[in-house]
């Protein structure tokens, strides 16, 4: 029902920034609120940041605040999270997700409350 698919990873230096970004398909992208999880080789995917449907609230994991910053364009369809400073240990593979609930309008820390996610898009950031 609803399609997201992410782009912007690549190699970068510690310390540079990188920009994600999440395309979303369907007609009820504002109505949802939008995170970015990661998950590192041999570890369980964790939650970086979420953002409620409106873009007025959002939430970040203590290991990326004050560094990520998440926003989103519902006249696009699109999420984006803002990556500074960037550090070795922020290497993983990034996931755009969507909380599909229609009661739902602000972001959660888990995981399990997003029902869409996306192929992921690889992020290495080399010391």
């Known amino acids: 029902q609803v399609e997201l698919v992410e782009s912007g990873g690549g190699l970068v230096q510690a310390g540079d920034s990188l920009r994600l970004s999440c395309a979303a398909s369907g007609r009820a992208f504002s109505r949802y609120p939008m995170g970015w999880f990661r998950q590192a080789p041999g570890l369980e995917r964790m939650f970086v940041a979420g953002i409620s449907a409106g873009g007025v609230t959002t939430l970040y994991a203590d290991s990326v605040k004050g560094r990520f910053t998440i926003s989103r364009d519902n006249a696009k369809n699109m999420v984006y999270l803002q990556m500074n400073s960037l550090k070795p240990e922020d290497t993983a593979v990034y996931y755009c997700?969507?909380?599909?609930?229609?009661?739902?309008?602000?972001?959660?820390?888990?995981?399990?409350?997003?029902?869409?996610w996306g192929q992921g898009t690889q992020v290495t950031v080399s010391s």
């Open positions: 997700a969507a909380d599909g609930s229609p009661f739902s309008h602000d972001p959660v820390g888990s995981a399990n409350a997003y029902d869409y």
